[in-house]
């Protein structure tokens, strides 16, 4: 059963950087896409982006000049980096493995618990 | 981007309801929709990929139909635990958006 674990600092100051890891286990990192999903307290889900094993990656426009992933195969893990970060970017955290994507119906099939990310000085 | 509407954002129900919840999409999405279940303090958890097909370990009682731009997720018989907020996601194109959510609340 594959599982995944965020981690990372739960209190980020303003304009400073908000970094995470996902930690993969039952399975390995490679041949999947790998999300982030961010929910800020009370609301609703938004997607942040993913990235390949081999590091390729896709962000959500929004995000895209803040946001920077990256993995690590050897560690079994990937992370986000979100940088400038301001009150509106408080929210629980969640990474994600993608699956499905080679049947041609990518879902979002193992999640992580989530990690609290509070911005504030 | 592909916007993702819910509706109704919530509604009340009792246990053995028969319930309903709706999402359309901006624009044709084929059959690329996802639907999960997310209990409060917990993550979500996806119970429908390609618009109808029930993910593992699902129970029956829950189906997804629908194609290009409409879609619904029913809930056969409502259970205790079915309590919930229900969220649709397109995986079409990137970025995969989310609707708003749909809360499913005890009548």
């Known amino acids: 059963q594959v599982q995944l674990q965020e981690s990372g600092p739960g209190l980020v100051k303003p304009s400073e950087t908000l970094s995470l890891t996902c930690s993969v286990s039952?399975?390995?990192?490679?041949?999947?896409?790998w999300s982030w999903i961010r929910q800020p307290p009370g609301k609703g889900l938004e997607w942040i982006g993913y990235?390949?094993?081999?590091?390729?990656?896709d962000y959500n426009p929004s995000l895209t000049s803040r946001v920077t992933m990256s993995v690590d195969t050897s560690k079994n893990h990937f992370s986000l980096k979100l940088n400038s970060v301001s009150a509106a970017d408080t929210a629980v955290y969640y990474c994600?493995?993608?699956?499905?994507?080679?049947?041609?119906?990518?879902?979002?099939?193992?999640w992580g618990q989530g990690a609290l990310v509070t911005v504030s000085s | 981007d592909i916007r993702m509407t819910q509706s109704p954002s919530s509604l009340s129900a009792s246990v053995g309801d028969r319930v309903t919840i709706a999402c359309r999409a901006s624009?044709?999405?084929?059959?690329?929709l996802n639907w999960y279940q997310q209990k409060p303090g917990r993550a979500p958890r996806l119970l429908i990929y390609?618009?109808?097909s029930l993910q593992s370990g699902v129970p029956s009682r829950f189906s997804g139909r629908g194609s290009g731009t409409d879609f619904t997720l029913t809930i056969a018989s409502l259970q205790p635990e079915d309590f919930a907020t229900y969220y649709c996601?397109?995986?079409?194109?990137?970025?995969?958006?989310f609707g708003g959510g749909a809360k499913v609340e005890i009548k």
């Open positions: 390609g618009a109808s």
């Open positions: 990235i390949f094993y081999s590091g390729t990656t």
């Open positions: 994600a493995r993608l699956g499905g994507v080679l049947t041609g119906r990518p879902m979002l099939d193992y």
């Open positions: 996601q397109q995986s079409y194109n990137t970025p995969h958006t």
């Open positions: 039952g399975g390995s990192i490679h041949g999947y896409y």
């Open positions: 624009q044709n999405i084929n059959t690329y």
